[in-house]
C-alpha cells in the first residue's frame, strides 16, 4: 500500500511564483542601486564682514569764472545802389569772304622773287647699317671695314680706363649688368645719355663713364653727316674676398 502525498504540504508546487517574485525583487533593488546618485559636500566659507563707520569727506565747492557769452553779431545793412546800364554793345559785323568782279586781283610773284631756306634734317641712322660708322680717335688711318673692330675696341679700353666700383655700391653688395644708350650727334660728340641697370648708383656711373668719351668724327650717310645712336652694356660685379 502506497502512502499518499498532502498537495498542500508539497513545496515545488508554486516554486515557478515564488521565482518569479524574487526576480522582480532583485531586479528593483539593482534598478534602485544604478539609479542612486551622490553629491559632494560644497565647502562654505563663512566670512565675518566688518562695517567701519563711512567716512565722509568734504568737497571744496570751486567757483569758475565762466566768461560772459559774446554778444549777438550786429546786422550790416547791405545798400543797393541802382546804375542804369549805359554800355552800348557794338554788334559784330560778320563779312562774306566770297569775291566778285569788283575785287582787285593781286600782282602775280615771280618764284624768283621767294627766299627759300634750307632746312637741315634731323636724321638718325642706326649704328648696324650706316654707311660710314662714327670715327673713334686713334681709328682714323684704319681702313674702312676695319672701323668697326677698332670703333668697339677703343670703346672698351675707354671703359676699362674710366671704369670706378661705387663705394655704396660695394658697401650694398649691389652688381650687375647696366645697358648705356646715347646718342653720337652730326658734329661727333656724344648726347642724350640713358641707362638701364639694377640699381640707380650704377646708372649714376655709368652715365658718367660714357659723358667722358671724346669727340669722334660723326657718321655718315649718302655724304652726309647724321645721328647715330649706340649702346654699350657695362657689367659691375665684384670678387668676393
Not at 526576480?23 to 563663512?46: A, C, G, H, P, R
Not at 655724304?223 to 645712336?229: D, E, I, M, Q, R
Amino acid at each position: 500500500m502506497e502512502a499518499k502525498k498532502n498537495p498542500e504540504m508539497e513545496i515545488g508546487r508554486n516554486s515557478s511564483l515564488y521565482f518569479a517574485i524574487g526576480l522582480n525583487i532583485m531586479l528593483f533593488i539593482t534598478w534602485q542601486l544604478l539609479e542612486y546618485k551622490t553629491y559632494d559636500k560644497s565647502e562654505v566659507n563663512q566670512d565675518i564682514v566688518s562695517m567701519d563707520a563711512e567716512i565722509e569727506e568734504d568737497i571744496p565747492i570751486v567757483n569758475v569764472n565762466t566768461p560772459p557769452p559774446p554778444p549777438p553779431p550786429v546786422a550790416i545793412q547791405e545798400s543797393i545802389q541802382v546804375v542804369e546800364d549805359v554800355v552800348e554793345i557794338e554788334e559784330t559785323v560778320i563779312e562774306s569772304t566770297e569775291t566778285d568782279q569788283n575785287d582787285k586781283i593781286a600782282e602775280p610773284v615771280d618764284v624768283a622773287d621767294v627766299a627759300v631756306e634750307d632746312v637741315e634734317e634731323d636724321v638718325e641712322v642706326p649704328f648696324s647699317v650706316i654707311e660710314d660708322i662714327p670715327v673713334f680717335p686713334g681709328c682714323e688711318h684704319v681702313a674702312k671695314s676695319q672701323r668697326r673692330a677698332c670703333f668697339q675696341e677703343k670703346m672698351e679700353e675707354h671703359v676699362t680706363k674710366n671704369f670706378n666700383y661705387p663705394d655704396a655700391a660695394l658697401d650694398l653688395g649691389i652688381q650687375g649688368k647696366v645697358f648705356v644708350i646715347f646718342m653720337i650727334d652730326s658734329k661727333g660728340y656724344v648726347t642724350n645719355i640713358r641707362s638701364r641697370g639694377p640699381d640707380k648708383v650704377l646708372e649714376k656711373e655709368a652715365e658718367r663713364i660714357i659723358s667722358l668719351l671724346p669727340k669722334m668724327t660723326p657718321g655718315k650717310q649718302r655724304g652726309k653727316a647724321v645721328k647715330v645712336p649706340y649702346s654699350v652694356p657695362i657689367v659691375f660685379k665684384f670678387m668676393a674676398s
